[in-house]
């Protein structure tokens, strides 16, 4: 961290418009960024709002790895293209020789306690990956998993989805009655079943079906275009 007292354009808070970043033209003592010093941010050692450093953060306690799979997922790859045809059980694999590989070459961390998550298609890939370490053994620290919102079935997951919009009255009795009795109990045609979804989909709107309960911009977001320095 550094203080740049000569800088001319550099980013500030502006704490009387949502405490958003801006540019101040005329400040001396702002946070901003040293360019000469790899990178690294400035505070502002005279203002009320101050970087600092949270001793109770949670990365005190705990270590967390993020791994991008499967193969060819984010910025993972394979040096053989035909490693990018895989499945849950291909998966499970790559993903515990992954872990025995980073506890090998970082032992510090092979006697802590270790947990593995993930959400949505998680829901295949975690339990598969769970199930693998501990048929194994190599992994003696492994104390659970953890699934978030996840994918497990079609079926079981729509009536989860659509039972919850009906549980918070975002659709119809008698339309979730025709959806469950034409597309869940049997009897039900493909055509009356997706007659019966669209009825749902119709009610309930223009929803984020991850987050029922936060707000839907009416307008989609336009970017942001800089034409010239905004003071503070």
């Known amino acids: 961290l550094c203080v740049d007292t000569t800088a001319s354009h550099v980013l500030c808070v502006d704490t009387t418009a949502s405490h958003v970043l801006c540019v101040d ?13 790899s990178h690294v ?48 059980f291909g998966a ?17 961390y092979a006697n802590n306690d270790l947990y593995i998550t993930s959400e949505s298609y ?3 890939y975690m339990p598969t990956l769970a199930q693998r370490i501990v048929q194994s053994g190599g992994l ?15 079926v079981e997951n729509a009536i989860g989805m659509f ?4 549980g918070h009255s975002l659709v119809a009795k008698p339309t979730f009655d025709d959806w469950y009795k034409f597309c869940i109990n049997p ?8 007659r019966a979804q669209n009825q749902l989909n119709k009610q309930a709107g223009d929803l984020d079906p991850y987050a029922l309960d936060y707000d839907v911009c ?7 275009v800089v034409t010239s320095a905004t003071r503070c």
């Open 25 to 37: 033209t005329t400040a001396s003592h702002v946070l901003c960024v040293d360019t000469t010093a």
């Open 41 to 88: 941010l400035c505070v502002d050692t005279t203002a009320s709002h101050v970087l600092c450093v949270d001793t109770t953060a949670w990365n005190t306690v705990a270590n967390m790895v993020f791994v991008e799979q499967p193969v060819g997922v984010g910025f993972s790859y394979a040096e053989n293209s035909r490693d990018y045809t895989i499945g849950d």
């Open 92 to 108: 499970a694999m790559d993903n515990y020789h992954f872990l025995e590989a980073f506890m090998k070459k970082f032992p510090q």
């Open 122 to 124: 998680g829901g295949h």
């Open 140 to 154: 003696p620290n492994f104390k659970g998993f953890l699934v978030g919102n996840p994918y497990t079935d079609p």
């Open 163 to 166: 039972g919850t919009w009906y």
């Open 187 to 194: 009897g039900g045609t493909d055509r009356e079943c997706d």
């Open 218 to 224: 009416s307008t989609p977001p336009r970017p942001p």
